[in-house]
């Protein structure tokens, strides 16, 4: 079975669809959890399904520093070693060489850098990157790109996305013929309108059978981040995935949705779950605070995870402030399955020519803000 996208229905710029792989279908709008170094931390991959995710982020940097892409291969690859038989899209590591400036070096080839695990040195290339890739067995495979901090003045942002394009080309000339697997480049060009659009059609020029925005999310803010989404997504092709990487906080997901995305990933609620912090259709509630600690009424009584639907807002104030492990994992499950919740209605939304008055409660009930205290 090959890969494929079909849309389904579109509203405005909104879009709803289906990306077929040979394990299985990923229902778009999508929200992927990231299971960096082949774990969704706090959750076991049954729940992560549970919560109604249908495909997984794996994090090429860290795994090839810890266990090895090459240990992952021999082990059966990397759904059979995190027992997760559904899709798996893998980052290319771009991100990670941004984050680690002080420790990189960076030339035409590729980059060359420490790992901060312990300091031995490691080179990615666009040739590297697709073998570490490969040898994970991932089912959605990204070009290596070099992804600037904002904000950067226009020099380099331009010299920066120019490079990524020649890297996309070789990413894409190593990538080979693999059924079944798909490739994806990844626009860059910073804020700037008119080299989102070269690389758009530099990306377009080459062939991929997906499209990042990527570059964003990395410092600009929502506004301005709005304001690239205004036009970037418009750049790129009708008829394949289009995925914002890194993305993001609730109303930045509703947000990119409305102006034409269909993929997103971010660490932020399982992190936040970890750091006792829910994402509830009404905002964000901080756990830690006093005035749950003799609250006997579920976090949300319309959530049917199992933290909402077991467990008191008392008992999670008390294991949060406790320190508990369950503490991280009924709130992680939780933030996932209102996430998926929240795709499945903009879903649903979509589908229904009905997504301007889905967004319209969501910032009503937003704006309302928690419950009142007892």
Not at 1 to 22: C, E, H, K, Q, Y
Not at 93 to 112: D, I, N, P
Not at 118 to 145: C, N, W, Y
Not at 177 to 198: N, V, W, Y
């Amino acid at each position: 079975m090959s890969f494929s996208f079909s849309l389904n229905a579109t509203d405005g710029a909104a879009r709803t669809g289906v990306i077929s792989t040979p394990r299985g279908e990923i229902r778009t709008p999508a929200f992927m959890p990231v299971g960096t170094a082949a774990t969704v931390k706090a959750m076991m991959p049954e729940s992560v399904r549970q919560t109604g995710a249908d495909i997984l982020l794996g994090n090429t940097y860290h795994l090839m520093l810890r266990p090895s892409a090459e240990r992952i291969d021999r082990l059966g690859g990397l759904h059979k070693f995190m027992n997760w038989e559904r899709p798996i899209l893998t980052d290319s590591g771009g991100f990670q060489v941004m984050s680690l400036a002080s420790l990189r070096k960076l030339t035409e080839r590729g980059v060359t850098f420490k790992s901060h695990i312990d300091g031995s040195k490691h080179e990615i290339t666009p040739e590297r990157s697709m073998e570490i890739q490969k040898l994970l067995g991932s089912d959605i495979v990204m070009a290596f790109d070099e992804c600037p901090a904002l904000p950067a003045d226009r020099e380099r942002i331009a010299e920066s996305m120019r490079l990524s394009m020649r890297w996309a080309q070789r990413s894409r000339d190593a990538f080979g013929d693999r059924p079944g697997h798909a490739l994806f480049g990844i626009q860059q060009g910073g804020l700037e309108r008119d080299l989102r659009e070269e690389s758009a059609e530099a990306l377009k020029e080459i062939g991929f059978e997906g499209y990042a925005v990527g570059g964003l999310a990395v410092g600009e803010g929502q506004e301005a981040m709005f304001g690239c989404l205004d036009y970037a997504p418009a750049q790129l092709p009708k008829d394949k995935p289009r995925y914002l990487m890194g993305v993001g906080k609730p109303d930045d997901i509703v947000g990119a949705v409305k102006r034409g995305i269909d993929m997103m990933d971010c660490v932020l609620p399982s992190r936040s779950g970890r750091t006792g912090q829910a994402w509830t259709r009404r905002g964000q509630v901080n756990m830690r605070n006093a005035r749950h600690a003799d609250d006997p009424r579920p976090l949300d009584e319309d959530c049917g995870c199992p933290a909402c639907r077991n467990y008191s807002r008392a008992y999670l104030h008390h294991v949060v402030r406790s320190q508990e492990m369950i503490a991280g994992m009924l709130l992680t499950w939780h933030n996932l399955h209102y996430y998926q919740e929240l795709m499945g209605d903009m879903r649903a939304a979509i589908a229904a020519g009905d997504f301007a008055g889905f967004e319209t409660r969501f910032h009503a009930l937003r704006a309302e803000g928690d419950i009142e205290p007892l």
